[in-house]
């Protein structure tokens, strides 16, 4: 299995920056897909950034030109970097793996994948 653990959440008030951490207990190459996801109390959870093994990230267009997900192979962290954050990006934040090594020519892309294996999360609060 791969073991994530999140860190780097905190209070900001809007227009300010946090960098979250992910830390995996396998390694980096165990999973094709790594992701960020969020969810604000009462929402739906929603994917905010994958991350191809291969290097090739996708954005929630919420988010995009804002935050930028990054792989660090060496250490198996995944991070992700946020800029100009806003109220409307409290949430609680998770990281994910998909847990598969490989994929076919069916691949609908990480942001369309399942994500079998999930952090604890890490809050999130930007203030007005």
């Known amino acids: 299995q791969v073991l994530l653990v999140e860190s780097g959440g905190g209070s900001v008030q809007s227009g300010g920056s946090l960098t979250l951490s992910c830390a995996t207990s396998?390694?980096?190459?165990?999973?094709?897909?790594m992701g960020w996801f969020r969810q604000a109390p009462g929402k739906e959870r929603e994917g905010v950034a994958t991350?191809?093994?291969?290097?090739?990230?996708s954005y929630a267009d919420s988010v995009k030109g804002r935050f930028t997900i990054s792989q660090d192979s060496a250490t198996n962290t995944l991070y992700l970097r946020m800029n100009s954050l806003e109220p409307d990006d409290t949430a609680i934040y998770y990281c994910?793996?998909?847990?598969?090594?490989?994929?076919?020519?069916?691949?609908?892309?990480?942001?369309?994948?399942?994500?079998?294996?999930w952090g604890q999360g890490t809050q999130v609060t930007v203030s007005s």
């Open positions: 396998g390694p980096a190459s165990s999973s094709y897909c």
């Open positions: 991350i191809e093994h291969t290097g090739t990230t």
């Open positions: 994910a793996a998909d847990g598969t090594l490989h994929y076919g020519l069916d691949f609908p892309g990480c942001l369309s994948v399942d994500f079998g294996f």
